[in-house]
């Protein structure tokens, strides 16, 4: 069997995969994909997640995530909810084998969510208010399954210097360009993120992802903190 479909094995994920899905896409969604794998390690915070189980990508839009997701390995079952239906039509027309991936349109702030073994969240909550981002999590840990994991991505506000960056490169994509729906910028800093999670119930594992980049990723690996000792630990 050609590696490329044996199913019972995880990938390593080659970016040539990732443009291939998107190759009848608009010169603007390329040029959009280009831009966001360069300044975003996208592949990298692939490598934290389960191998298989279902995941549910909350805010996917144009299916970047969920398409890596079902790339590194086929033996996830991958759904992604997003409220712009305009993407979730151009992620619908993404979708390659053999992953299972399926894509609904929702507002992930008032939706119901699935049982899921992961949620993801992926620089989705600074564009929702700060109450709206509490209710989101609160419900990612109720929907969770048993040892079920949060792995949540998004923009801490140090070094200073990345942030400020951050927020004008935000402001030209989200106010003047349009890639993304939003009117405001809800950013929180880690310590925060670190103590909302912990109020809400999970064990929170920080993982720093900015080392090369001109942007203050972290993402957060959270479990339930009644089945986990994870404590909130810096990589």
Same mark, same amino acid.
């Given at each position: 069997?050609?590696?490329?479909?044996d199913?019972?094995?995880? =990938?390593?994920?080659?970016?040539?995969?990732i443009?291939?899905l998107?190759?009848?896409?608009?010169?603007?969604?390329?040029?959009?994909?280009?831009?966001?794998?360069?300044?975003?390690?996208?592949?990298?915070?692939?490598?934290?997640f389960?191998?298989?189980?279902?995941?549910?990508?909350?805010?996917?839009?144009?299916?970047?995530?969920?398409?890596?997701?079902?790339?590194?390995?086929?033996?996830r079952?991958?759904?992604?909810?997003?409220?712009?239906?305009?993407?979730?039509?151009?992620?619908? =027309? @993404?979708?390659?084998?053999?992953? +299972?991936?399926? +894509?609904?349109?929702?507002?992930?702030?008032?939706?119901?969510?699935?049982?899921?073994d992961?949620?993801?969240?992926?620089?989705?909550?600074?564009?929702?208010?700060?109450?709206?981002?509490e #209710?989101?999590?609160?419900?990612?840990?109720?929907?969770?399954?048993?040892?079920?994991?949060?792995?949540?991505?998004?923009?801490?506000?140090?070094?200073?210097?990345?942030?400020?960056?951050?927020?004008?490169?935000? @402001?030209l #994509?989200?106010?003047v360009?349009?890639? @993304?729906?939003g009117?405001?910028?809800?950013?929180?800093? =880690?310590?925060?993120?670190?103590?909302?999670?912990?109020?809400?119930?999970?064990?929170?594992? @920080?993982?720093?992802?900015?080392r090369?980049?001109? +942007?203050?990723?972290?993402? +957060?690996?959270?479990?339930?903190?009644?089945?986990?000792?994870?404590?909130?630990?810096?990589?």
């Amino acid at each position: 069997m050609d590696d490329k479909f044996d199913m019972t094995q995880p =990938r390593t994920i080659d970016t040539k995969d990732i443009f291939s899905l998107y190759s009848k896409s608009s010169l603007m969604t390329k040029l959009y994909l280009r831009i966001k794998l360069k300044i975003c390690p996208l592949v990298q915070l692939e490598t934290l997640f389960p191998k298989e189980g279902k995941i549910v990508d909350l805010g996917c839009g144009n299916g970047l995530f969920s398409n890596i997701l079902g790339i590194g390995s086929y033996r996830r079952n991958i759904v992604g909810a997003d409220l712009d239906e305009k993407k979730i039509v151009l992620a619908e =027309r @993404t979708k390659g084998p053999p992953a +299972y991936i399926k +894509y609904l349109v929702g507002d992930i702030v008032t939706m119901d969510y699935p049982r899921a073994d992961v949620f993801s969240l992926v620089d989705v909550l600074y564009l929702i208010p700060y109450k709206a981002q509490e #209710a989101i999590l609160r419900k990612c840990a109720e929907a969770l399954a048993p040892q079920g994991i949060l792995i949540l991505k998004d923009m801490d506000t140090r070094p200073r210097w990345k942030y400020i960056w951050n927020y004008w490169q935000e @402001t030209l #994509a989200v106010k003047v360009i349009g890639f @993304t729906l939003g009117e405001r910028f809800y950013f929180r800093s =880690r310590v925060n993120f670190q103590r909302l999670l912990k109020s809400l119930g999970f064990g929170v594992k @920080t993982v720093r992802m900015d080392r090369g980049y001109w +942007y203050p990723h972290v993402a +957060y690996v959270c479990t339930r903190s009644d089945i986990s000792e994870t404590g909130d630990d810096d990589q």
